[in-house]
């Protein structure tokens, strides 16, 4: 996994032992990447651990991105105690605090860390080495970035003049974000054939596809209810895109299969149409992926990890803004988003549900304005 271009780095070829405390849901820790190559690039003999939410960090070591990964079951102090007993077996030359809780300031100062990195906090201003305001005005992944140009006074030259060259938050013509730079790309990402590691009922599924049609992933869920597109747009949607012949794959994460009932309800068995919803993992999502010319998705985890495989990428934003800084961080990536209304953003996040009832943001989204941008796209 490389970078497309080099950066400038006074490179440490001495071992050391580097722990990263991410324990964000699955979308903002895959920001994460582009920090963790050029943490590889500088520390070159090193050793990368990463603190995350249960049931992630295998992905992390299949990517070859860490080389060792500690979970927490989020809530349970137990867990966290346990993670910093786990990694104070061995020192820590650098301890990377990106994930901004209270509950990780405190895991931090468990474990033994030569010197610890992270953002200027309210809370933190006490125990961390070297720290740095959160730049709010860089997309995510630039601003984790920020926190390497502490240990670096080159890169820190070359990362201020860099990250001011374009508002990468931006949209250019036709709803197309804003290029991103080359530097700190997603790296290319290898992967295995997808018989090797996908279960036989899924190949099996995959397989009943039309092989000559341009297969489509569709992702209807999100953890927050206002950053959905209505499922019946997404019905809607899924019609037209079979009527086009185009094969259609609903994708999600377990407690998400009440979204892909309700648009096979609708839509009726197709030949083209599969719903996969609840029986993946993240790998095996990933392999899935690899296979689609397109994902559509909200603004979501979903939406980042195709933008880590270079895919085309049609995403909905409603309650939040690309401003926010959490954009799909690739080069194909087109947002549809209603910037007429004075109601958004409504928050940070998103809503369980709408503070003014009426969830225009998303409801005035037409399928069939998604269906000429998913045609525009994919021609």
């Known amino acids: 996994m490389n970078h497309h271009q080099p950066v400038p780095f006074t ?11 991410n324990t964000a849901f699955l979308g903002d820790l895959v920001l994460t ?10 520390f070159t003999h090193s050793k990368i651990g990463l603190v995350c939410k249960k049931g992630i960090g295998d992905f992390f070591l299949k990517l070859n991105l860490v080389d060792e990964i500690f979970e927490v079951q989020k809530g349970s102090s137990d867990a966290y105690s346990a993670v910093a007993n786990a990694i104070n077996q061995q020192p ?4 990377f605090c990106i994930h901004r809780s209270f509950r990780t300031y405190l895991l931090s100062l468990k474990i033994n860390a030569t010197c610890r990195i992270g953002y200027s906090l309210g809370f933190n201003f006490l125990g961390f080495d070297k720290k740095v305001k959160r730049n709010l005005e860089l997309p995510e992944p630039l601003r984790i970035i920020q926190l390497l140009a502490l240990v670096d006074s080159v890169f820190a030259d070359f990362f201020q003049a860099e990250s001011k060259c374009r508002n990468y938050n931006a949209k250019l013509d036709h709803q197309h974000m804003v290029e991103v730079p080359k530097w700190a790309h997603f790296p290319h990402v290898n992967l295995p054939s997808a018989s090797q590691e996908i279960k036989p009922a899924l190949i099996a599924q995959l397989q009943s596809l039309p092989q000559k049609s341009k297969h489509i992933a569709v992702f209807p869920g999100s953890v927050w209810n206002t950053k959905r597109w209505p499922v019946d747009h997404f019905a809607s949607l899924v019609q037209q895109l079979l009527k086009a012949n185009h094969s259609v794959i609903l994708m999600g994460g377990p407690g998400e299969e009440i979204y892909g009932d309700a648009i096979m309800e609708k839509v009726g068995p197709q030949p083209n149409l599969i ?6 993992t993240v790998w095996e999502s990933i392999l899935i992926l690899h296979r689609c010319e397109l994902v559509i998705a909200n603004d979501s985890a979903s939406a980042h990890l195709a933008a880590l495989l270079a895919k085309k990428i049609l995403v909905f934003f409603g309650p939040t803004v ?6 799909p961080w690739g080069n194909q990536v087109f947002v549809m988003e209603n910037n007429q209304l004075k109601c958004r953003p409504c928050g940070s996040h998103g809503h369980n549900e709408c503070p003014i009832k009426t969830h225009i943001c998303m409801t005035s989204i ?7 941008k998913v045609e525009s796209i994919l021609n």
């Open 366 to 372: 037409s399928a069939d304005s998604a269906v000429k």
């Open 92 to 95: 820590v030359d650098y301890l």
């Open 275 to 280: 719903n996969t919803i609840g029986k993946s």
């Open 322 to 327: 690309l401003d926010f800084g959490y954009r």
């Open 11 to 21: 490179k440490e070829s001495a071992y050391k032992r580097i722990v990263v405390i």
């Open 33 to 42: 990447i582009p920090f963790l190559v050029l943490l590889k690039q500088k």
